[in-house]
């Protein structure tokens, strides 16, 4: 074919394939569990210092008030950084946030030591708290990025246990550490496992969600929004839909923190004063939670995947219940002990599983967001759980505490069973996008296929 004399089209060229890269499942593996094991030595780090604030909080005159206000501090900062910091990881991707916690838990630790206040320890904590409350939000958009949707439940429990695990072994090196060097040992060794931590995710954990990846959804945002098709922006249009359903969600895993902050403090004085329990039986009874907690993390969180997610969570939270029930009618120690690891277990079911159900309910480029709300949602239960106690407390018996946060455990559970259901679209907000992006797609290459076809057997 002979262009015309004005034409300067060039050549016509046959169409050349876009792979989008997905990694493989060895290097999904990898990358989750290098993720997970920069988690395990933050939180390991984080459980160290613990257990020394109280003795710190006595040598420098402050009671069980200041060292309330400090705990509620660090709390309150999570729930109110972790949506911002969430959205933040879906514009600017999952790394840096994940780094800037590990090293903002590091830099804390160095602010520990040099304070000489307990007004300079709130300060550090309450800053600790919000720049560390992305690591969760960022951690599980890593995991959503890369884990297949059938196999998010299991890689969930995984980087959970990392952060269960942390809290098991923390305490007990802290206080050796505490009692055989002093006060400075256990918030060096604290800062170190961070750094520690901080390289191992510099080095050996990707970004997932890449700038390609960002500044395709951008470009595909501004030309829907000026078609005037796109929502905008804002949280409200972010949130994962049905509303109905993820306010479920929020609700169990405000409840199961909840009912947790509740019981505990109560229940300490309980065991001790009531039923005359050693510290090492408590001991035992809190490692025996613990530890089901994250062996069944690791084990038990694949149901999700394998039977829904629905079923878990409810079997799960009515597990979770047994051990409320059998603090108000029980005073074995063996029973309560078996009642503490069966709740435990039913915890490590609910937590991933509701992780999973947010996850799979959430366009990509709002994930870190989703998770950060979630987090906020569990964080405020743990800080409503003991201001709301002290009233209980002074209105009813123990029992009567532990029966509270037994009922309000099958509550959310018999909601769960009736309400907690989704439409197949629903599932997973930007998958039917994205399939009609790709069919739009197919469509367009056909046509150019025809096109560059034609011009071909014409040029011929």
């Known amino acids: 074919m002979t262009p015309s004399p004005g034409a300067n089209l060039g050549k016509v060229v046959a169409a050349q394939q876009v792979i989008t890269y997905r990694p493989s499942p060895r290097r999904v593996r990898t990358i989750i569990l290098l993720l997970a094991g920069s988690v395990a030595l933050m939180m390991t780090g984080l459980g160290i210092i613990i257990p020394i604030f109280a003795r710190r909080f006595e040598e420098l ?77 960022a951690a599980m958009g890593v995991v959503a990025d890369v884990a297949p949707k059938g196999e998010r439940g299991r890689w969930i429990g995984i980087v959970m246990a990392g952060y269960g695990a942390g809290f098991i072994l923390g305490p007990v090196l802290g206080g050796l550490l505490y009692d055989g060097l002093g006060f400075a ?51 409200w249009n972010a949130l994962p839909r049905p509303l109905s359903v993820f306010g479920i969600l929020l609700l169990t895993e405000f409840i199961l923190i909840f009912a947790f902050a509740f019981v ?66 029980v005073t074995s120690f063996p029973l309560l002990l078996l009642t503490a690891v069966l709740s435990g277990l039913g915890e490590a079911l609910v937590l991933p599983a509701v992780s999973a159900f947010v996850l799979d309910m959430t366009a990509e480029q709002h994930r870190s967001r989703a998770m950060g709300i979630k987090e ?67 469509v367009v290459q056909a046509t150019l296929r025809g096109i560059v076809t034609s011009a071909l057997d014409d040029e011929v």
Do not use: C, H
């Not at 890449?210 to 000026?226: G, H, I, K, P, Y």
């Not at 039923?275 to 999700?304: I, K, M």
């Open 61 to 137: 005159g402050g009671g069980v008030q200041a060292l309330g206000l400090m705990i509620m501090s660090f709390a309150l900062a999570q729930l109110l950084a972790a949506p911002f910091l969430g959205s933040l990881a879906d514009r600017y991707g999952r790394r840096p946030f994940v780094l800037l916690s590990l090293a903002a838990f590091a830099a804390a630790n160095v602010g520990f030591l040099l304070a000489r206040s307990v007004t300079a320890f709130t300060v550090v904590r309450t800053l600790e708290g919000a720049l560390t409350a992305g690591l969760y939000p």
């Open 185 to 235: 040992a256990p918030f060096l060794v604290s800062a170190l496992m961070a750094v520690l931590a901080f390289v191992m995710a510099a080095f050996l954990v990707p970004e997932t969600r890449t700038s390609a990846v960002r500044n395709r959804e951008m470009l595909w945002r501004r030309r829907e929004r000026e078609k005037a098709v796109a929502p905008d922006e804002s949280l």
């Open 264 to 329: 505990e403090p109560q229940m300490i004085f309980y065991l001790y004063e009531d039923l005359g329990w050693t510290t090492v039986q408590f001991g035992v009874l809190v490692a025996g939670y613990g530890l089901a907690v994250v062996v069944g993390q690791v084990t038990l969180a694949p149901l999700s995947d394998r039977f829904d997610r629905k079923p878990v969570i409810i079997v799960g939270l009515l597990l979770n219940t047994w051990f409320y029930a059998a603090l108000a009618f």
């Open 376 to 442: 906020s949602a569990a964080a405020l239960g743990g800080v409503l759980g003991p201001l709301l106690v002290v009233s209980a407390s002074t209105a009813t018996t123990p029992q009567g505490v532990f029966a509270i946060a037994a009922v309000l455990v099958v509550v959310v559970a018999g909601i769960a069973l009736l309400d907690l259901r989704v439409s197949p679209l629903a599932e997973a907000p930007g998958a039917e996008a994205q399939a009609y992006a790709l069919r739009r797609a197919m």
